[in-house]
């Protein structure tokens, strides 16, 4: 894993161009510690640079900015290509020589022979890169097919500048940022910036699966922009080409794929290890990892005092059982806490995935004895694992039927009684309420009054992600579009729970799940990756029958028949619990007196950004009790103590 950074001057360089080139690529040394490169090409106007984290062929042989053995291509890329050695052979076999081991020679050289788009249609991996043509005189970005690895771009004045991350870009000296409201309302409601828009007004995210191409006659311009891998053709694809294959030769071929799939991505020439929480994601990767080693694989997990957000003990009770070398640590609240100063920095733009704080922990844990670790990330997305593909089906099937004045109105009475009402209700109250085992019902109760309230399937789904409703943001800008908002680029999906897989795998995904994955390991120059996310599991999966994924209202199934092979259905079998923290008693207490300052009414009113007296009040009912608002709050507290760092 590395970082690339860089800057197309249409005027020419100036004189301290290598300077500014340094500075961008300095900022972001985390992500490649291992050693740095750099090119300026005065003619051109092209400064190119890379920070490397040495995974294949530690040699000199792997040094970036790398030329294609012809010159025509510059090259700096981000990430792995997982079958480079199917693809080092074929070359190999039609004439290439090679100097190296590395990845990026080998893509090099499939761009010279199969052209850029052929060669990433070729590629299996994960990345992000940049590549010059000195023939067509064109700067390509290009971003992997679901958006694991980060790149930024923007013109700057008559400078195009890019980077991995936005601190890249900032040390340029055109640099202005100026913050985007619109994109603003976005994050709020999401909690994250989707693609491709980022906090800043001119500066974009290349979008997951595409080539950005930019030319020297067009300066300024919109770049070029070609889509070279698109989830929604891979759904419908495999929706019209379903596997018509009994339960045991699923469960067979879903094995065999994932393992294949997991194998290439075992290849590494530095130490390797898994994250394991000890749920169905994270414990079928290592289990596969574990059958394919001859020695122990290192597996980490951490806990937390809090039963209600520990997993240690799953994850420790699934290592004994498959005989992995494993690392747990138990993190203190203090220990906790220290990590939310740097998350701003960490970030780049306002981030609010909570669970960015114990993906940090588990990240730096795992660095302390290995380079790479492999994840369950994608498993619920792709395999049909998060609740609400469930609940939310069997309510639009429950009420579908009613008029839509008959659900206003139950959802109104839903909403008339407290949330601590509800909760001391379901404590105490009737034996149904009780055995539902709901945590924190009263939040639950009002969510359900909002879906309730939608009229449509993608109403109910819009409900469901979005996080502040409030009209709590000063002077917003215009509605921005995403990929939410523009139902004509969505897949053709009848059923409703297919249509919420999907959209989180091209929302939700890449742009929160990747996002916090990505700059949580790169913060500790580790390298994540991620079986589930290889586009041929992917392919895979959409071929798989909707009812191998979710069974009699149980999640994952397939992937669970896989795991039950390996572990025991006890150790398996439990409530998904997620990967939180106790977000909602910190705020009531170690982060009370830090919250409340960052959200005191003046602060707040002379920032300029948010109606104070909005946020005021979810603040009181939170300390109070009357109501859980950790996300919402959370939400704020990010923007507010990203804000104070810039």
Same mark, same amino acid.
């Given at each position: ?34 050693? =740095? ?45 997982? #079958?480079?050695?199917?693809?080092? @052979? ?6 290439? =020589? ?36 000195? &023939? ?7 971003? $992997? ?7 930024? !771009? ?9 980077? %991995? ?44 699966? &595409?080539?950005? &191409? ?16 698109? /989830?929604?053709?891979?759904?419908? @694809? ?20 994932? *393992? %294949? ?21 994270? *414990? ?40 992995? /070398?494993?690392?747990?640590? !138990? ?6 806490? $220290? ?47 998060? =609740? ?34 509800? #909760?001391?209700?379901?404590? *105490? ?6 055995? #539902?085992?709901? *945590? ?28 502040? @409703? ?14 939410? &908002? ?21 929302? !939700? ?42 069974? #009699? ?12 092979? =390996? ?56 300390? %109070? ?9 959370? %939400? ?11």
């Amino acid at each position: 894993m590395c970082g690339v950074a860089g800057f197309w001057d249409t005027t020419g360089l100036s004189n301290d161009a290598a300077e500014v080139l340094h500075r961008m690529t300095s900022a972001i040394a985390h992500r490649g510690p291992d050693d =740095h490169g750099a090119m300026c090409d005065v003619g051109r106007g092209l400064a190119i640079g890379h920070r490397r984290l040495s995974i294949i062929d530690t040699t000199a042989a792997g040094h970036q900015p790398m030329s294609s053995a012809s010159e025509r291509y510059r090259i700096v890329f981000n990430g792995e290509i997982y #079958n480079f050695r199917d693809l080092r @052979r074929e070359l190999e076999a039609g004439g290439c =020589h090679f100097r190296g081991e590395s990845d990026t020679e080998v893509l090099l050289a499939a761009i010279e022979r199969w052209g850029l788009h052929g060669a990433i249609s070729r590629a299996v991996g994960m990345f992000a890169l940049a590549v010059w043509d000195e &023939t067509q005189r064109t700067l390509h970005l290009v971003r $992997d097919r679901i958006g694991e690895k980060p790149l930024y !771009y923007g013109w700057l004045g008559h400078t195009l500048a890019f980077g %991995s991350e936005l601190k890249a870009m900032r040390q340029h000296p055109a640099w202005r940022g100026t913050i985007d409201r619109s994109a603003l309302a976005l994050y709020l409601k999401f909690s994250y910036i989707p693609s491709p828009h980022s906090i800043y007004e001119g500066v974009r995210k290349v979008r997951p699966g &595409t080539i950005l &191409t930019f030319r020297s006659d067009a300066p300024g311009a919109p770049p070029e922009e070609v889509e070279y891998w698109s /989830a929604r053709e891979a759904v419908e @694809r495999g929706m019209r080409d379903p596997l018509r294959l009994s339960d045991d030769e699923l469960v067979d071929e879903a094995e065999r794929q994932l *393992s %294949s799939t997991i194998r290439d991505q075992m290849i590494s020439d530095v130490p390797l290890g898994a994250f394991l929480s000890g749920g169905i994601d994270s *414990s079928l990767v290592v289990a596969l990892m574990q059958s394919q080693s001859m020695k122990a694989v290192q597996t980490f997990t951490i806990g937390f005092g809090y039963e209600e957000y520990n997993e240690a003990e799953h994850a420790r009770a699934v290592a004994t059982h498959l005989g992995t /070398a494993h690392t747990e640590l !138990y993190v203190t609240p203090r220990e906790a806490l $220290d990590v939310i100063p740097r998350l701003p920095a960490m970030y780049d733009e306002p981030f609010a995935d909570s669970s960015q704080i114990p993906t940090f922990l588990v990240a730096q844990l795992a660095r302390s004895k290995v380079t790479v670790s492999l994840s369950g990330d994608g498993g619920d997305e792709v395999f049909g694992g998060y =609740h609400r593909y469930v609940w939310a089906e069997r309510l639009r099937k429950k009420f579908r039927t009613v008029p839509a004045p008959v659900r206003g109105g139950l959802a109104r009475g839903i909403r008339s009684v407290s949330p601590s009402r509800w #909760n001391a209700l379901f404590a *105490s109250g009737s034996a149904l309420l009780r055995t #539902n085992r709901l *945590s924190i019902p009263g939040e639950r109760m009002h969510k359900l009054a909002n879906v309730l309230s939608a009229n449509t399937a993608e109403q109910i789904y819009e409900q469901i992600v979005t996080m502040w @409703r409030d009209p709590v943001l000063l002077s917003p800008g215009p509605e921005l579009p995403t990929i939410l &908002t523009e139902r004509g680029s969505w897949a053709m999906l009848d059923d409703f729970a297919q249509r919420m897989m999907y959209l989180d795998l091209v929302s !939700y995904l890449p742009d929160d799940i990747l996002v916090k994955v990505d700059r949580a390991t790169m913060a500790v120059s580790l390298e994540s990756r991620a079986p589930f996310l290889d586009h041929r599991v992917i392919e895979f999966a959409w071929r798989v029958p909707h009812h191998a994924k979710i069974r #009699n209202e149980k999640t994952k199934w397939l992937l669970r028949q896989v795991l039950h092979r =390996h572990v025991p259905q006890a150790l398996i079998e439990r409530p998904k619990m997620g990967f939180g923290i106790p977000l909602d008693h910190w705020l009531r207490g170690e982060l009370r007196e830090w919250a409340g300052d960052l959200l005191h009414p003046d602060r707040v009113r002379r920032e300029g950004y948010f109606d104070p007296e909005v946020i005021a009040t979810k603040w009181r009912e939170h300390q %109070s009790g009357a109501r859980n608002w950790q996300h919402l709050l959370w %939400s704020v507290l990010m923007f507010q103590a990203w804000i104070a760092e810039q």
